[in-house]
């Protein structure tokens, strides 16, 4: 008889083990800075931020995961996640070959049907009313705006590049004139809501007030990303200039409106691509915070299995100065980012791997013949998936109390993934450390009821 909740296995020391691959995170002119005003704006901003005693609760929302995933808009309200959120990143806003955003239906590049001409019924609707024919914001952006009148606290904030949509940063900001450029796009259709008109959708001033600042997410400035993304060692100071214009410009538009903006920026876990890509004693003075990548530390792209999330590297690693939270978190630190802008990034999925042996570990750095089978791609599997898989009875869950991570293992099957227990422990090291807070990708992989997102909000809570 199958039981209802899989075995715990605490492993506290591991073996040491040799072997095993390298991880996939070490592969891998400046204008004259912003006016006094920005930079006193974003240092006062800061200032307040550090002496705030709430954290920041960051959750990415994917454009895409309202089709397969049917994960809408809706979803964030009703889980309850809404909530216990500060920041809702929406991802993502692209750059077109002219170094500019914008907004198209145009397969792999764009898809403003999804963002704002996708017509809801009320059932999928958050206020519970359909979308009209004649009404000029559907799909996600109207949703948003209806997710923010039932939560006024909440800042949604738009995502621009990505893995996959980074490709033209690097030529966008070479001079001082294409920064100037790529950021008054932005601003103009996301920040200022003039959305082109498509269909009898969007058009001026149609999304204004929607979003409430810029989330930068350039992979990566300096250093190696995904196929056909460009960059070059001048990225690292460009970046820097481009967080100071879009500061410069956020400022001088929130004086008409009399409102901060946010800005922050998506950082990389490998001191490589930071010393690459980032002036890590410049570009705090512009951003309010950063996100910290604290995941795909390890994955089924490596043929041994291994953790991708943990909080301390394991004993028994087989690989060299591996990562891990409190490395990529202390990388930072050390190189002089204030502690209370720094936001640790916590997955809502986990990495499998296949014919994987128990080897005496339960399956931990062993090989493996490929990804593991899943729902929607090989290898990487939503978390409210995974507690399925954990509550089965094929499957036991192992921990590692000492190293903060989890994974489970069926004798062929390895998945390394985050739970509730694990969550517990960031946040505490979150608090311990005097961090900004946590932030998630993605939102579409918890449970219903918001199992993750709700661990979070009592760790950061201390409950």
């Known amino acids: 008889m199958a039981a209802t909740v899989a075995t715990l296995s605490v492993v506290a020391v591991l073996p040491a083990l040799t072997g095993g691959s390298s991880a996939q995170a070490t592969s891998g002119s400046a204008s004259s800075p912003a006016s006094a005003t920005s930079v006193s704006s974003a240092a006062s901003a800061a200032a307040s931020a550090s002496a705030n005693s709430s954290y920041k609760s960051v959750g990415y929302f994917t454009q895409w995961g309202v089709y397969g995933r049917n994960y809408q808009v809706k979803n964030v309200e009703t889980s309850g996640t809404a909530a216990q959120l500060t ?23 764009g898809d403003a049907w999804a963002d704002y001409q996708r017509p809801l019924d009320a059932a999928s609707s958050v206020d519970g009313t359909a979308d009209t024919a004649g009404q000029a914001l559907a799909g996600n952006f109207n949703q948003l705006r209806e997710l923010k009148a039932a939560n006024p606290k909440l800042k949604v904030m738009i995502s621009i590049g990505g893995w996959g949509w980074s490709d033209h940063f690097s030529d966008s900001v070479q001079t001082a004139a294409s920064r100037q450029a790529l950021v008054a796009s932005c601003l103009d259709i ?40 460009v960059y070059r060692p001048e990225d690292k100071q460009n970046f820097t200039a481009l967080a100071a214009e879009f500061r410069k410009q956020l400022d001088a538009y929130g004086r008409t409106t009399h409102k901060h903006y946010d800005l922050s920026a998506f950082l990389p876990a490998a001191p490589a691509k930071i010393d690459a890509g980032f002036q890590v004693n410049k570009i705090f003075k512009y951003l309010d915070f950063g996100t910290v990548q604290g995941y795909d530390f390890h994955g089924p792209y490596e043929s041994t ?8 590297v394991p004993a028994g690693s087989p690989v060299a100065n591996d990562f891990s939270d409190t490395q990529a978190i202390g990388d930072w630190l050390g190189r002089g980012a204030p502690a209370r802008q720094l936001v640790l990034g916590v997955p809502f ?91 998630v990708w993605s939102l579409d992989g918890d449970t219903s009821d918001g199992e993750l997102i709700t661990a979070i909000h009592d760790g950061l809570s201390h409950r």
């Open 87 to 109: 920041h809702l990143n929406y991802a993502f806003a692209n750059i077109g070959a002219d170094g500019k955003c914008f907004e198209a239906n145009i397969a792999g590049e």
């Open 190 to 229: 996301f920040i200022k809501g003039n959305l082109p008109l498509l269909d009898g959708k969007g058009g001026p001033g149609s999304a204004a007030g929607l979003f409430d600042g810029v989330d930068i997410d350039w992979e990566w400035p300096g250093s190696a990303g995904d196929t056909g993304t």
């Open 305 to 312: 299995t291994n953790q991708q999330s943990a909080l301390k």
């Open 349 to 439: 999925y986990g990495q499998g791997w296949t014919g994987v042996p128990d080897g005496g570990t339960a399956g931990l750095f062993q090989p493996s013949t490929g990804p593991a089978p899943a729902t929607w791609s090989a290898g990487n599997e939503d978390y409210h998936a995974l507690k399925a898989l954990a509550e089965s009875g094929t499957y036991t869950v192992h921990r590692d109390l000492k190293s903060g991570f989890a994974w489970l293992y069926d004798g062929t099957n390895f998945w390394t993934y985050d739970d509730p227990q694990v969550i517990a422990q960031k946040t505490a090291y979150i608090r311990q450390q005097h961090l900004g807070g946590a932030m």
